[in-house]
């Protein structure tokens, strides 16, 4: 029964088995020869395109990582073993050979910028008996990939520093956008610990940082025009200056990671927005009585959205997205736009008026009226794009008239359903689907004062059902937690036509904060955002088989977490250290197939 | 309506709101009086038993963090807002005063051992005008008790140490048993990480460290008798010398915290043991078989029991046991004994022979027959008293004839339907309840080439029903994620009759560690522990009302997680920080006895 397993995955074991180094994500086409690893002069000469100074210090960061970690590979492939006799690890070839001495890199175009559709592919060549590692692209952004490739191909052989070779690898992207968000507005996040989930972005060639800056519950952003808004800061510690953030996108910038900064809006603003004036935010201070569901007024505590009937309003926005425009250098801006509750309005006076003086007014009219006033304030800075949550387009309520012209829309509700929706109805969409992506899933509510957990036995033990405590979301109304495993098997494309599915651009995978500050956020966000890096890079599936190659992601995701480690990101452990060394005896399936 | 809830709270404002510090656990009898702070001078005296290193240490410690952290309580209760007027922050008092000038410690007996059943209660005194804050114990460790609570509530109003008064305090804890389990076998823990975790466990009042060091994944621990058992540890540097095992128990002990070694047997049990002789170790090279569940041989990869009918296995587990008991100073051992896989025996031709040399035994003879063999030589040490798992006497197989003389057994099956079990057995007890205290729940499964994961869309979507993938389980079979709610409205003597009741010795809440090492070990353990804490050290309910405080308890424990940050351990946060300047703003229900 064995045997034959074997013999059906009979390309993992010839093709992945065949080298130590397992890059994450998988490049599109990767093709070893069979003579085995050189070794690479820790001194290796590099040719750069000179005067780039992205190029410059993306290889001194990429080649100073491989000289300092001399990276032994911490899990390799290797068929699953068969039971008898017990498992050997696979030998590794030694072969003399001259060495390589330099690395020549080419780029086609020095000055692109770092923009949605940029160039980011790039190839990459060791030629048998080379002492040169070639590298070309078309964009400085396309190299900085192959520098992260090559970092974790070159490797050590506990003597020295190897490569297996020959190799060719032509790689490139298939989707433009792929990301994370991190939310400081529901609790801080420091300026090093984001700058730390940059470093795991850029190792793992995802190149979006979405940043929800604020929220209901802080406002962390030094303003010039406004500078009482951080009056709803956490604390003085506890913000970010312009210089902060002017930092953090160069930083980004300069590892090929544009950040997509998100002031959400007329929604889940109270903090902050407060401060300039009270008047321009509906029930700010009300309960938000989730207990009397028939007149919530937040989906979280603690309430409140602009006044969109407020003419007050507008001119503040203004001010505050220009602000904020003038420090982001991304085309693109996320103006928000999720989970607006009509019930905060009964607490504007303005509103309330304006739908008494047409009773035909509805709370979609509402929210067109928000669009119709603040969209053209926001399309007004040069080259600028939007992103807006789903809800905008397809919730209940939802503005019925919104252009798809220069708009990506976010969807994180409903799955492929929402996303087929979206694409049907024209518009370019971000795949950010909670059953799938959202890391922050799973941890129980944050409520407090919530008696559901006060249950002494399982009340459905008898009939075997799961329920609130028992096997049931247990207060996350996005439950379960999403294991890598289930983020890498999303296929959101599915059902969609060609037509449809090009309106795809990408995916991002949020951590929304209420449990997550420096503390977690590192532990949280890694190295499951790794497996979707690899699904949005390469996809899911063997390009021979076209069957998911989930199981064969496994060695390659639990060495790239000691990776990120030694790289300084604190990753998680995704299981015992064991099973990092014995390459698939931690599966739950001996058929290695299992997953399809 | 809200005002109205609010007469039901009276006992929260008039009490609990009338000072600024909350200490955790709460004491079981504190008494405040209503003149207000006076002044603590930061080079206060202290009178304390002379040539007690426990004490003068325990005192440097705390004293040195109060004057070091000089702290403002992060989160201090209050009523439950009004939304009409909106609140405004608790004013605090101002009052002149001469300020308390030295701190009086007394200790009855100076030399009682930190053993099971050791007397931690202790009184703490600021009577009005007093310059003098008067501890006094009946040991050093409940005095250490006196100096964490005093370490909480001299706390800072910005401009120097103060203390609220008059106050009397009278406390000792409801269990003896009040601890955390880690597991250094799955993934490794290092010293730092592990004193780190024995801090939090003395800020909180726990005082049992149940160190799961080992299990069949690695064999973390240097030995004398048997220095090959180190070649399944990790690596070279995730092993723990003789040393660093002492100076754990020393640096716990200094702190008033027990170390509870376990050493799991004889399920469990591959890693080390193989090395000494691989026939003691039966199905160790054996695939675990879940995917075809009538032959599987554990519970999870990887697979490995000892051989109970070999004879060569006692006298290793004994060089070994004694080895390890050298090292610890408790009197009590846990020697494991939960799991036990039948099938896993198939493999072990000792095993087969016995039970075919008698046809009427059965795997509960096997059991027993450990139970014969291995328990005289574990009892052999001096004072010696034992932990086992429940599986030994209530799981399927089971040893029928278990002594319950210096015996605890820990329940983590069926909540109070165990525990009411062994205690009617005439078993003393562990409460270690899967479905309350399992800290590392919620996060998935680890095992890998799962195919459940791959599910794009809801197939229950219409029923509503909750699913694998979709507010189900998600993997993880202790779902879901037990929040600080979850644990501390545990009630876990529910119907017990009093004489079964007095059986429960106390809890220990285990954070398995497949998906746990340094990275992540603090941030899953705190601080959720610390409910668990109060639970255990005054209970879950307010004594003047026999309600549950769950709700009372958010603040305190807001507050506390910021606490624990401050001296060093890594606990991550339950709210957005917004909730903690906004007492109860984040409860689910405005009625503020909704948890009973």
Same mark, same amino acid.
């Given at each position: 029964m064995h045997v034959n397993s074997l013999v059906a995955v009979g390309w993992l074991a010839s093709a992945a088995a065949a080298v130590a180094v397992n890059p994450l994500p998988a490049p599109r086409s990767i093709t070893w020869g069979s003579s085995g690893p050189i070794s690479v002069n820790d001194a290796v000469f590099v040719n750069l395109p000179e005067n780039n100074s992205v190029l410059a210090q993306g290889w001194q960061r990429a080649w100073s990582k491989v000289v300092e970690l001399q990276w032994v590979p911490k899990a390799t492939e290797a068929p699953i073993a068969t039971y008898e006799p017990f498992p050997t690890g696979t030998a590794s070839k030694s072969k003399r050979d001259s060495g390589i001495r330099s690395v020549s890199v080419?780029?086609?175009?020095?000055?692109?910028?770092?923009?949605?559709?940029?160039?980011?592919?790039?190839?990459?060549?060791?030629?048998?008996?080379?002492?040169?590692?070639?590298?070309?692209?078309?964009?400085?952004?396309?190299?900085?990939?192959?520098?992260?490739?090559?970092?974790?191909?070159?490797?050590?052989?506990?003597?020295?520093?190897?490569?297996?070779?020959?190799?060719?690898?032509?790689?490139?992207?298939?989707?433009?956008?792929?990301?994370?968000?991190?939310?400081?507005?529901?609790?801080?996040?420091?300026?090093?610990?984001? !700058?730390?989930?940059?470093?795991?972005?850029? =190792?793992?060639?995802? /190149?979006?940082? #979405?940043?929800?800056? %604020?929220?209901? *519950?802080?406002?962390?952003?030094?303003?010039?025009?406004?500078?009482?808004?951080?009056?709803?800061?956490?604390?003085?510690?506890?913000?970010?200056?312009?210089?902060?953030?002017?930092?953090?996108?160069?930083?980004?910038?300069?590892?090929?990671?544009?950040?997509?900064?998100?002031?959400?809006?007329?929604?889940?603003?109270?903090?902050?927005?407060?401060?300039?004036?009270?008047?321009?935010v509906a029930c700010?201070?009300?309960?938000?009585?989730?207990?009397?569901?028939?007149?919530?007024?937040?989906?979280?505590?603690?309430?409140?959205?602009?006044?969109?009937?407020?003419?007050?309003?507008?001119?503040?926005?203004? !001010?505050?997205?220009?602000?904020?425009?003038? =420090?982001?250098?991304? /085309?693109?801006? #996320?103006?928000?736009? %999720?989970?607006? *509750?009509?019930?905060?309005?009964?607490?504007?006076?303005?509103?309330?008026?304006?739908?008494?003086a047409d009773p035909s007014r509805t709370f979609n009219d509402v929210t067109q009226y928000w669009v119709d006033h603040a969209f053209p304030i926001f399309k007004k800075v040069e080259n600028r794009k939007l992103v807006v949550w789903e809800d905008v387009i397809i919730n209940d309520p939802h503005a019925p008239n919104v252009s798809t012209e220069g708009l990506l829309v976010q969807s994180w509700n409903n799955g492929i359903a929402n996303i087929a929706k979206l694409a049907t109805l024209g518009y370019d969409v971000l795949v950010s689907s909670s059953d799938f992506m959202y890391l922050d899933c799973g941890y129980g509510g944050f409520v407090s004062n919530d008696p559901r957990y006060d249950v002494q036995s399982n009340p459905d033990l008898a009939s075997g059902l799961v329920?609130?405590?028992?096997?049931?979301?247990?207060?996350?109304?996005?439950?379960?937690?999403?294991?890598?495993?289930?983020?890498?098997?999303?296929?959101?494309?599915?059902?969609?036509?060609?037509?449809?599915?090009?309106?795809?651009?990408?995916?991002?995978?949020?951590?929304?904060?209420?449990?997550?500050?420096?503390?977690?956020?590192?532990?949280?966000?890694?190295?499951?955002?790794a497996a979707l890096a690899e699904l949005v890079w390469s996809g899911n599936k063997d390009p021979k088989t076209g069957l998911k190659r989930t199981t064969d992601l496994t060695q390659r995701i639990l060495n790239f977490r000691e990776y990120l480690l030694a790289n300084g990101v604190q990753a998680s452990p995704l299981m015992s250290k064991y099973c990092l060394s014995h390459p698939h005896a931690c599966d739950l399936y001996y058929n290695q197939t299992a997953v399809v």
């Amino acid at each position: 029964m064995h045997v034959n397993s074997l013999v059906a995955v009979g390309w993992l074991a010839s093709a992945a088995a065949a080298v130590a180094v397992n890059p994450l994500p998988a490049p599109r086409s990767i093709t070893w020869g069979s003579s085995g690893p050189i070794s690479v002069n820790d001194a290796v000469f590099v040719n750069l395109p000179e005067n780039n100074s992205v190029l410059a210090q993306g290889w001194q960061r990429a080649w100073s990582k491989v000289v300092e970690l001399q990276w032994v590979p911490k899990a390799t492939e290797a068929p699953i073993a068969t039971y008898e006799p017990f498992p050997t690890g696979t030998a590794s070839k030694s072969k003399r050979d001259s060495g390589i001495r330099s690395v020549s890199v080419k780029v086609s175009d020095l000055g692109a910028d770092l923009q949605e559709d940029v160039d980011e592919s790039y190839t990459l060549d060791v030629k048998e008996g080379s002492s040169t590692i070639e590298i070309s692209a078309e964009t400085v952004w396309g190299a900085l990939h192959a520098f992260t490739t090559l970092q974790q191909i070159v490797i050590s052989n506990g003597n020295g520093l190897i490569i297996e070779q020959p190799v060719h690898i032509e790689d490139a992207p298939i989707y433009a956008w792929r990301g994370i968000m991190i939310d400081t507005g529901r609790n801080f996040i420091s300026v090093p610990k984001i !700058k730390e989930q940059i470093d795991g972005l850029a =190792l793992s060639k995802l /190149n979006v940082l #979405h940043w929800h800056l %604020d929220d209901s *519950q802080s406002w962390p952003i030094q303003m010039d025009s406004f500078p009482e808004m951080t009056k709803d800061a956490f604390s003085a510690a506890e913000q970010f200056s312009h210089d902060d953030i002017i930092e953090i996108v160069e930083y980004a910038r300069l590892r090929g990671v544009r950040v997509l900064p998100e002031v959400d809006m007329p929604g889940h603003s109270a903090s902050g927005w407060q401060q300039v004036d009270p008047s321009i935010v509906a029930c700010g201070h009300s309960w938000w009585s989730n207990d009397d569901y028939a007149v919530h007024t937040a989906v979280e505590p603690n309430p409140g959205q602009l006044d969109i009937l407020n003419n007050k309003t507008y001119p503040i926005v203004e !001010k505050v997205y220009n602000e904020l425009s003038s =420090l982001f250098r991304d /085309n693109y801006f #996320h103006v928000g736009g %999720d989970e607006l *509750q009509p019930n905060c309005y009964n607490f504007s006076s303005n509103v309330m008026n304006w739908l008494r003086a047409d009773p035909s007014r509805t709370f979609n009219d509402v929210t067109q009226y928000w669009v119709d006033h603040a969209f053209p304030i926001f399309k007004k800075v040069e080259n600028r794009k939007l992103v807006v949550w789903e809800d905008v387009i397809i919730n209940d309520p939802h503005a019925p008239n919104v252009s798809t012209e220069g708009l990506l829309v976010q969807s994180w509700n409903n799955g492929i359903a929402n996303i087929a929706k979206l694409a049907t109805l024209g518009y370019d969409v971000l795949v950010s689907s909670s059953d799938f992506m959202y890391l922050d899933c799973g941890y129980g509510g944050f409520v407090s004062n919530d008696p559901r957990y006060d249950v002494q036995s399982n009340p459905d033990l008898a009939s075997g059902l799961v329920n609130f405590n028992y096997g049931g979301n247990g207060g996350s109304w996005c439950a379960p937690y999403k294991t890598w495993q289930r983020i890498y098997d999303y296929d959101f494309t599915t059902n969609l036509t060609d037509a449809q599915a090009k309106h795809i651009k990408g995916a991002i995978a949020p951590l929304w904060s209420e449990q997550v500050d420096d503390s977690c956020v590192s532990t949280k966000l890694w190295p499951r955002a790794a497996a979707l890096a690899e699904l949005v890079w390469s996809g899911n599936k063997d390009p021979k088989t076209g069957l998911k190659r989930t199981t064969d992601l496994t060695q390659r995701i639990l060495n790239f977490r000691e990776y990120l480690l030694a790289n300084g990101v604190q990753a998680s452990p995704l299981m015992s250290k064991y099973c990092l060394s014995h390459p698939h005896a931690c599966d739950l399936y001996y058929n290695q197939t299992a997953v399809v």
